[in-house]
T-cell receptor
Framework: QQQVKQSPQSLIVQKGGISIINCAYE??????FPWYQQFPGKGPALLIA?????SEKKEGRFTISFNKSAKQFSLHIMDSQPGDSATYFC?????????FGKGNQVVVIP | DVKVTQSSRYLVKRTGEKVFLECVQD?????MFWYRQDPGLGLRLIYF???????EKGDIPEGYSVSREKKERFSLILESASTNQTSMYLC??????????????FGEGSRLTVL
């Protein structure tokens, strides 16, 4: 059972464009929503995270938008750069458990 | 910086062999996890441990076992490797803070091929 559904599966963006990845969840007990970034040959690393009591969080070029009523959240990468090319995983957590989406490969072309 | 070290980056084993994947973290984290990563399936939790000698099944524990004898070390064991266990295995740790922050620190992965 996929607890967190992520779309699209892959994304190609021009340098300077906006990358948008969407995630949806069902379990209203989830209380923390992180995004992880993974480069080839490396393990995932925390990029940015949000709690359901806020609707948006921004860190540099990365923004999470959160819609609690729709049970959806999304990652926006502004001014996308070739160095942002990676696989992005959304996740949702309750104590001791973190459910991941299937991942989204983002390719930023110069 | 938190460091999670997986002892083997690449392994090739034969069907039926016993396989040990070792993971060590250096930040005194309570929680440790083993995930499996496959294309199109994302990260799936095999087992986790929130204390020494404690273990809990994740979403896909079949065919695997784990051992946590020391706080810093968490081992994944494949008792009898099968070809469908060919995968990338990721170890992670996190600090217990009462409420789960969801922040996991991952190792670089162990790519296992079972022939």
């Amino acid at each position: 059972q996929q607890q967190v559904k992520q779309s699209p599966q892959s994304l190609i963006v021009q340098k300077g464009g906006i990358s948008i990845i969407n995630c949806a969840y069902e379990n209203t007990a989830f209380d923390y929503f992180p995004w992880y970034q993974q480069f080839p040959g490396k393990g995932p690393a925390l990029l940015i995270a949000i709690r359901p009591d806020v609707s948006e969080k921004k860190e540099g070029r990365f923004t999470i938008s959160f819609n609690k009523s729709a049970k959806q959240f999304s990652l926006h990468i502004m001014d996308s750069q070739p160095g942002d090319s990676a696989t992005y995983f959304c996740a949702a957590s309750i104590p001791h458990r973190l459910a991941f989406g299937k991942g989204n490969q983002v390719v930023v072309i110069p | 910086d938190v460091k999670v070290t997986q002892s083997s980056r690449y392994l090739v084993k034969r069907t039926g062999e016993k396989v040990f994947l070792e993971c060590v973290q250096d930040m005194d984290h309570e929680n440790m996890f083993w995930y499996r990563q496959d294309p199109g399936l994302g990260l799936r939790l095999i087992y986790f441990s929130y204390d020494v000698k404690m273990k809990e099944k994740g979403d896909i524990p079949e065919g695997y076992s784990v051992s946590r004898e020391k706080k810093e070390r968490f081992s994944l064991i494949l008792e009898s490797a099968s070809t469908n266990q060919t995968s990338m295995y990721l170890c992670a740790s996190s600090l217990e803070q009462g409420l789960n922050t969801g922040e996991l620190f991952f190792g670089e992965g162990s790519r296992l091929t079972v022939l």
